[in-house]
């Protein structure tokens, strides 16, 4: 590989990397582990307004991690990357295995985000 391909490849990592640095990105590829679902079911789990969820998802979808499709009046995504979640559960046990270094850490991996918020 030549040095610009070389460099290129490494900015093209980067982009990708950039896009999963929003914590709500990262869930909505979750969400998505099971399947298409539509804009509205994805932004009722994620428990956030459905425009906000619609610009999430169309920066992940301009990355190229999820396409969209038209199913009536809404938009249903998929992934168009599934091996994506293999590079975000990697980062996952790198996360649970420093929270568990952690004073308090059996609390905050052992219960739900909310109950986590309150505990501390």
């Known amino acids: 590989m030549t040095r610009d391909a070389d460099l290129d490849r490494y900015r093209l990592h980067a982009e990708i990397c950039k896009v999963l640095t929003e914590p709500k990105r ?9 399947g298409e679902r539509s804009v509205g079911d994805l932004a009722a789990v994620l428990g956030i307004p459905l ?3 619609s610009q999430h998802l169309a920066v992940l979808r301009s990355s190229g991690l999820v396409d969209g499709r038209r199913d009536g009046a809404s938009v249903r995504y998929r992934l168009a990357e599934p091996a994506i979640l293999d590079a ?4 996952s046990g790198i996360v649970d ?3 568990q270094g952690r004073p308090g850490a059996a609390v905050v991996i052992s219960t739900s985000p909310a109950s986590a918020a309150s505990a501390h």
Do not use: E
């Open 26 to 34: 990262l869930r909505l590829l979750d969400a998505l582990r099971d």
């Open 51 to 53: 425009p906000n969820a």
């Open 97 to 99: 295995r420093r929270l």
């Open 88 to 91: 975000c559960d990697i980062v």
